[in-house]
């Protein structure tokens, strides 16, 4: 039996494998990047977009409430809505990342509503006002906050007399 020019049985398998596997992960790859490379294929669309804005862009109570539940994952309702955001959208891009974020509100909001605030399982802080909530515009006065709670990246100050919440979720720190 002449053989000559035919590889061995298992050379012929075992590169065949390798040719297969090799394509598998080349149109794997490809996959990987086109995904990245076009938001259609990505999530990014679920994500708001990069952001930093204040209550003073919008004049309009109701502006200021679409605005803000783009960037909050709950519904309140609003009496008076100061706030001061930024957002990094950093999903954009071949290797999407998590974004990052500094969300800052100071409400009045109705006095039935104010204990919708506070998270299940918030832990009650004796802290002192925090820097902050100065660095949110408008006139809201901040000067009876003393009711404050923490949650994960959340902080919560409420003062029930006037119904007035500050509220800040950040993972970008001070």
């Given at each position: 039996m002449d053989n000559s020019g035919e590889l061995p049985v298992f050379i012929s398998n075992s590169f065949g494998a390798r040719s297969e596997s090799m394509q598998i992960f080349h149109s794997l790859l490809l996959v990987i990047l086109l995904t990245g490379c076009f938001p259609s294929f990505s999530n990014t669309q679920?994500?708001?977009?990069?952001?930093?804005?204040t209550s003073s862009n919008r004049s309009k109570l109701q502006d200021?409430?679409?605005f803000i539940?783009?960037?909050?994952?709950f519904t309140?309702?609003?009496?008076?809505?100061?706030y001061s955001v930024v957002y990094?959208?950093?999903s954009v891009g071949v290797v999407p990342g998590p974004?990052?974020?500094?969300?800052r509100i100071l409400a009045v909001v109705p006095a039935s509503k104010i204990d919708q605030w506070i998270p299940t399982g918030a832990l009650r802080t004796d802290q002192e006002q925090p820097k902050w909530l100065t660095t949110i515009p408008g006139s809201l006065?901040?000067?009876k906050i003393t009711e404050w709670y923490i949650k994960g990246n959340s902080v919560i100050g409420i003062d029930r007399k006037t119904?007035?919440?500050?509220?800040?979720?950040?993972?970008?720190?001070?």
């Open positions: 679920s994500r708001p977009k990069t952001v930093s804005e200021r409430i679409t539940e783009q960037y909050v994952t309140r309702t609003y009496l008076k809505l100061e990094h959208n950093n974004s990052d974020w500094d969300i006065s901040t000067n119904s007035t919440v500050a509220y800040r979720n950040s993972t970008i720190g001070d």
